[in-house]
């Protein structure tokens, strides 16, 4: 798989799935995170932002010519990530469901049981349709 993504211009819209990503080694994949992806720091300085989670600029994550781009139900605006799926061709969006409590969380899970239930969780649509 992460061959698969040696070739991708990954950009998160979600700060946990960025910080996911960032724990995966795909600095050199990522290439626009929203302005709350505090996390990891050198990435808040250096990776381009592409707006908030709630008012995404299009235009810029546009000129970027991302090939993925990863959303959150619980995060973003479904019509905002319908508009990107329609306007960039071959670009893959994925939307993450939102996060269900009762399969853990929150006391007595590390970073690292946090962060592998956050990556099962993401799965692939086309045009956005994850988030119909």
């Known amino acids: 798989m992460m061959s698969e993504l040696s070739n991708q ?3 998160s819209l979600v700060p946990s799935i960025t ?4 724990d995966l080694g795909l600095g050199n994949q990522v290439v626009g995170i929203t302005k ?3 996390h990891p720091q050198e990435w808040f300085r250096s990776k381009t932002r592409i707006g ?6 299009i235009e810029t994550i546009k000129s970027m010519h991302p090939t993925l781009v990863i959303a959150s139900k619980e995060e973003n605006i479904k019509e905002q990530v319908e508009q990107l799926a329609d306007l960039l061709a071959g670009c893959q969006c994925c939307t993450r469901p939102p996060f269900d409590r009762r399969q853990g969380g929150g006391q007595g899970s590390t ?7 956050e990556s099962q969780r993401l799965y692939p ?6 988030l119909r």
Do not use: D, S
């Open 9 to 11: 211009r990954i950009i």
């Open 19 to 22: 910080e996911l990503l960032y």
């Open 36 to 38: 709350f992806c505090v």
């Open 52 to 57: 908030g989670t709630k008012q995404i600029n």
């Open 111 to 117: 970073p690292h049981q946090l962060r592998e239930r």
């Open 125 to 130: 649509c086309t045009a956005a349709t994850g």
